[in-house]
């Protein structure tokens, strides 16, 4: 039975769906993520000055609600030192009501 969600990896990144497996497994293990708990990676071009021209999104949802962090670098590029300590899960929850340009 495959994943939530494993359907909509994007076939056109090719060789990069290693790289979005890599970078949704280091998640799921970096906040001790189940199975049934959503990970969905995405490389996503940013045109705000000051911004990198490509960097990678990572969302998650948990029974606290969703989940968000970037990584300013490319998707092919990023490696498991890049993700936030695991101590800054409840850090990175989103809430509502409040935007945060930077993320």
Same mark, same amino acid.
């Given at each position: ?14 060789? =990069?769906?290693?790289?979005? =497996? ?13 199975? %049934?708990?959503?990970?969905?990676v995405?490389?996503? &071009? ?16 948990? %029974? ?5 962090? #970037?990584v300013?670098?490319?998707? #092919? =590029?990023? &490696?498991? %030192? =890049? ?7 409840? &850090? ?12």
């Amino acid at each position: 039975m495959s994943r939530p969600f494993e359907m909509m990896r994007s076939r056109k990144h090719g060789a =990069d769906g290693a790289a979005l =497996d890599r970078v949704r497994e280091w998640t799921q293990a970096r906040f001790h993520l189940t199975e %049934d708990e959503t990970v969905m990676v995405s490389e996503v &071009a940013c045109g705000v000055p000051g911004c990198p021209p490509i960097e990678t999104h990572v969302v998650f949802w948990t %029974d606290q609600g969703r989940h968000h962090f #970037k990584v300013f670098k490319p998707l #092919k =590029d990023v &490696a498991e %030192d =890049d993700l936030p300590p695991a101590f800054m899960k409840n &850090a990175l929850v989103f809430v509502e009501g409040i935007e945060c340009s930077c993320c």
